[in-house]
């Protein structure tokens, strides 16, 4: 049997310190904490909250200016362990999030859209079109995206050939320059190839999605629905790659407000599409920055931008020969 005194009392000048046990405490319970007591407030606050969610009895004691902890004798061992796990716990390193890569020479994928100026220009009769190609008069009908003729023709090219029709030159400038610097910053983390990829393939489930949710007929064209693919596809992107929810949440809060700023001027913006290619590049962005994390393989730069191009290319080629016939 234990003596009613402290069970651990502090050594002074080489000889043992009696203390008498409180009086407010049962005659055999245990002092679990270190021999002078708690050491600073953060360890002794983080006892009682471990002690407290165990649903473990205990009482504090201040002696010497310092807390002491105490529990019944059956519950000493039990008490210790779930203090030395907690302890564990909080010291363990806590890995570092994985640096983002940034790719050499993005600024090259602004190139990309200089083939919408040069297909503008052949529609808009700057420059003789292509004797290949039928008439530029009849590109908008058959090109642009009508969701009464996707849903009960089936003509889903327009999904992508919408992207690259544009109503004037200011339209197609706006968004040659808007591009230019988000396709680049996209680009700068993903590769330009598979910067390119995000950006065709979140356009299209864009427009898919306008197509879905509007019940009436609407006619739309132009590529911002693709770039603000590219928006989310880059807040997607950051906000994968980053380990707490409240930084996760900054690069989502400043593409809606890129969204609210730029996507939302204009007699003839066509708001609903902005806001689906958003929401389309989010999802891509968020599923790339995925994939990188577990290494998964993927298409490499070059094959996803030839891929991009030929999603475009081949959705013309669909318009202009085989619904024709």
Same mark, same amino acid.
């Given at each position: 049997m234990r003596s009613p005194y402290s069970s651990n009392p502090p /050594?002074?000048?080489?000889?043992?310190?009696?203390? *008498? #046990?409180?009086? @407010?405490l049962s005659r055999y319970w245990r002092n679990i904490s270190r021999a002078g007591g708690a050491d600073s407030y953060t360890r002794f606050r983080d006892s009682l909250l471990v002690l407290n969610a165990r649903n473990i009895p205990h009482k504090t004691i201040s002696l010497s200016g310092r807390e002491h902890i105490y529990v019944p004798p059956l519950l000493e061992g039990i008490a210790l362990a779930e203090l030395a796990e907690f302890s564990a716990e909080s010291h363990k390193a806590v890995p570092a999030p994985t640096p983002l890569r940034e790719y050499r020479h993005s600024a090259l994928a602004a190139l990309f859209l200089l083939p919408l100026l040069v297909w503008h220009g052949w529609r808009a009769g700057w420059w003789p079109a292509? %004797?290949?190609?039928?008439?530029?008069?009849?590109?908008?009908?058959a090109g642009m995206l009508d969701n009464v003729l996707v849903r009960i023709y089936d003509q889903y090219y327009r999904l992508a050939t919408a992207l690259t029709l544009h109503v004037s030159l200011a339209h197609v400038w706006g968004n040659v320059a808007f591009g230019a610097l988000f396709l680049s910053l996209l680009a700068r983390l993903t590769g330009i190839g598979r910067a390119l990829w995000l950006t065709v393939?979140?356009?299209?489930?864009?427009?898919?999605?306008?197509?879905?949710? #509007?019940? *009436?007929? /609407?006619? @739309?064209?132009?590529? @911002?629905? +693709?770039?603000? +693919?590219?928006?989310?596809?880059?807040?997607?992107?950051?906000?994968?790659? @980053?380990?707490? *929810? *409240?930084?996760?949440?900054?690069?989502? +809060?400043?593409?809606?407000?890129?969204?609210?700023?730029?996507?939302?001027?204009?007699?003839?913006?066509?708001?609903?599409?902005?806001?689906?290619?958003?929401?389309?590049? %989010?999802?891509?962005?968020?599923?790339?920055?995925?994939?990188?994390?577990? #290494?998964?393989?993927?298409?490499?730069? %070059?094959?996803?931008?030839?891929?991009?191009?030929?999603l475009l290319v081949g959705a013309w080629y669909w318009a202009f020969v085989v619904l024709p016939v």
């Open positions: /050594v002074t000048n080489g000889r043992w310190l009696i203390r *008498r #046990r409180p009086n @407010s292509p %004797l290949f190609l039928p008439p530029p008069d009849t590109w908008a009908p393939a979140g356009g299209i489930a864009g427009n898919a999605l306008t197509v879905v949710l #509007r019940p *009436r007929a /609407v006619t @739309s064209m132009g590529f @911002s629905t +693709a770039l603000f +693919a590219a928006v989310g596809a880059l807040a997607g992107f950051m906000a994968m790659h @980053s380990g707490q *929810r *409240r930084k996760a949440a900054l690069p989502v +809060a400043a593409a809606v407000a890129i969204l609210a700023m730029l996507g939302t001027e204009g007699e003839n913006t066509d708001y609903a599409a902005h806001i689906a290619g958003l929401c389309g590049g %989010l999802v891509l962005g968020a599923w790339e920055a995925w994939r990188t994390q577990k #290494r998964w393989p993927a298409l490499p730069q %070059l094959p996803a931008g030839a891929l991009a191009a030929a």
